[in-house]
């Protein structure tokens, strides 16, 4: 066989796995939102259990992303400039470990440390302050598993910023906290939008540890993950209009987070 004929073969099987890889994908979605018909998806959403389980979604979400910022923010930094040892691995270790965790786990491990009983729930105590089974809880089971995702995508974009600029600032007198916001901040801006974007799909899609920490009461706790769980059972319609509006949201968040990437770099150049 020719080399030609050995690249068309390849060539040929890189796409018939990439089609198969592609339809696998594609399909379920399209199946989704073909599922039920617009009218009725728009019924369904306009139900007030709908819009409840939005608005606590998207109010969590928001906290949630606020405190990643917040303390992901500086966590990525330290591990992408630290020393590299075994305390810089060891903290790598740490801040991905609820990402591997089952969610279940996660919610579990938080009840255990913010429940009665637990070091954060007895101190709290106290003071009448209760976190399980809360919105603040719905808050930090979203922060718990959606902040890895951030600290990943925060810590490889501070890395890659360009030691030739950092070198010229330092020259310049520029102290550190003025080259982190004037500096390395706008150069690893579109790696932090990207972790971002992928934390808040992350944390809009959580279930289990939400529903082990803060449970699912309707107009309280149930966001929209956990609204499409229970009405899939009593009314599927309602399940899948729900779900279609999560995928709508979800996709929205990659597209701008894509769309303003990409800006950023053709105004960077």
């Not at 089609?19 to 199946?31: I, N």
């Not at 509006?245 to 770099?265: D, F």
């Amino acid at each position: 066989m020719t080399t030609l004929a050995h690249k068309r073969l390849a060539g040929t099987g890189f796409g018939l796995a990439v089609g198969v890889a592609a339809l696998f994908v594609l399909v379920p979605m399209v199946a989704l939102v073909t599922r039920i018909s617009p009218l009725t998806a728009v019924e369904e959403l306009a139900r007030p259990e709908s819009i409840d389980a939005l608005m606590i979604s998207l109010g969590a979400v928001t906290c949630a992303l606020l405190l990643i910022v917040a303390f992901g923010t500086p966590v990525a930094f330290l591990l992408a400039r630290g020393q590299p040892g075994p305390l810089l691995s060891s903290l790598e270790v740490l801040f991905d470990l609820p990402l591997v965790l089952p969610p279940a786990v996660a919610g579990i491990a938080l009840l255990a440390a913010f429940g009665d009983g637990g070091p954060v729930g007895n101190a709290l105590a106290p003071f009448g302050v209760q976190v399980p089974f809360t919105r603040l809880a719905v808050v930090l089971a979203l922060t718990f598993v959606a902040a890895p995702l951030y600290i990943r995508q925060a810590q490889s974009a501070f890395a890659a910023c360009e030691r030739d600029v950092l070198e010229a600032s330092r020259t310049t007198g520029a102290g550190p906290v003025r080259r982190f916001l004037q500096i390395e901040l706008p150069l690893a801006k579109r790696g932090l939008l990207g972790g971002l974007a992928l934390s808040g799909a992350r944390a809009l899609g959580e279930f289990g540890a939400t529903i082990m920490f803060a449970g699912s009461v309707a107009g309280v706790t149930q966001t929209l993950t956990l609204a499409i769980y229970g009405s899939l059972y009593t009314s599927a319609d309602a399940a899948f209009a729900l779900a279609i509006l999560l995928l709508v949201l979800t996709v929205a968040i990659s597209v701008l987070a894509r769309l303003y990437g990409a800006r950023a770099g053709w105004e960077a150049r």
